[in-house]
């Protein structure tokens, strides 16, 4: 696997190491990161998404939200959104109509870019629920989808000052089968993205933050397993940042479980990607309590946690476009 900012000078800009990426104008960067990035905002993107209701493949709400995200990257200045749409069939037998959503910001330039991923379908079934006779049911998908969109919206907004950015909003993440060894059962939007590739060689970002369940109640994250393995330099550069922004209290600076998300199949692609994910509870041990029940709604949704995760990001966005320069 190349490094994350190994391939820079492959694509015309400059190299750097995750110490010298944080070194970069340190406290300013930080600053306007923490000040920029507006909780309040984020809290809002996902009581939006909420509001159109579940947003399974296929339903009414997933159609109009699916709208409202274009309508929205478009409306920050993105050059070009890009929807990829296709028809996937899922393990259960069911034929999916997916689309991904693709965001460009700043394409004139040939800095070398940077990819902020989340899902924004939500689970079909509420297979954790307590409630047995409910299992059947959708889940209204605050943290589990909608707060990694709506910490991605918010960084989009922001767009001009961390220019060189794509936004990839992928599709049909929660379909999988949890009672299965098959972990090719999730993630169907963004396998079939990696094989779909908008990009020439050149113009592929360099390295990916996937946001996935950034908005729990009091919300900790540790580098998860897949991140260190497979994209170890943005991993650093991003609990380097939260360190240098007195984060290490959200951002434990230790390893986290394993998680099978939309990073193991974008660096399978191409593009070392690390997870930010609450997948160590302090409560449960695993995921957030809420997860893949009808609880995960937005009673659920913390602006500190939408805060922390979204300044973080944010940071090293803003970083990664002053070391490139």
């Not at 259960?92 to 379908?121: E, K, M, Q, W």
């Not at 379909?175 to 990009?199: A, F, K, R, V």
Request: charged share 20%; aromatic share 8%.
């Amino acid at each position: 696997m190349i490094s994350a900012f190994g391939i820079a000078s492959a694509c015309g800009g400059k190299t750097a190491t995750a110490a010298e990426a944080a070194d970069v104008a340190a406290d300013s960067i930080a600053a306007i990161a923490a000040s920029a990035f507006d909780a309040d905002s984020a809290y809002s993107y996902v009581e939006r998404q909420l509001s159109f209701g579940n947003r399974v493949p296929g339903t009414d709400g997933h159609r109009a939200c699916r709208q409202w995200l274009v309508d929205c990257l478009k409306s920050y200045g993105a050059d070009t959104v890009i929807q990829q749409h296709a028809s996937i069939t899922a393990a259960n037998g069911d034929r999916l109509p997916v689309c991904n959503i693709l965001a460009r910001f700043n394409t004139v330039s040939p800095t070398p870019r940077l990819l902020i991923a989340a899902h924004y379908d939500t689970r079909p079934w509420a297979d954790n629920d307590p409630d047995e006779s409910r299992r059947h049911d959708p889940i209204p998908g605050a943290n589990d989808g909608g707060s990694g969109v709506a910490v991605a919206l918010e960084i989009a907004r922001h767009a001009d000052k961390a220019a060189a950015i794509d936004i990839l909003l992928v599709d049909a993440e929660d379909y999988g089968i949890s009672d299965t060894d098959n972990d090719d059962t999730w993630c169907l939007g963004t396998q079939y993205w990696i094989e779909h590739q908008p990009y020439a060689i050149a113009d592929k970002p360099i390295y990916g933050i996937l946001l996935d369940m950034v908005g729990g109640t009091d919300a900790v994250f540790r580098r998860e397993y897949f991140s260190n393995q497979n994209a170890r330099n943005i991993t650093d550069i991003v609990w380097r940042e939260a360190a240098i922004q007195g984060l290490t209290g959200r951002f434990i600076p230790e390893s986290g479980g394993a998680v099978t998300d939309d990073h193991i199949y974008l660096s399978r692609g191409g593009i070392p990607t690390t997870d930010i994910i609450e997948c160590t509870n302090a409560a449960t041990g695993s995921f957030n309590p809420r997860w893949h029940t009808h609880a995960d709604n937005i009673e659920g949704i913390d602006r500190a946690t939408l805060k922390a995760v979204g300044q973080v990001v944010l940071g090293v966005a803003l970083r990664h476009h002053a070391i490139t320069q």
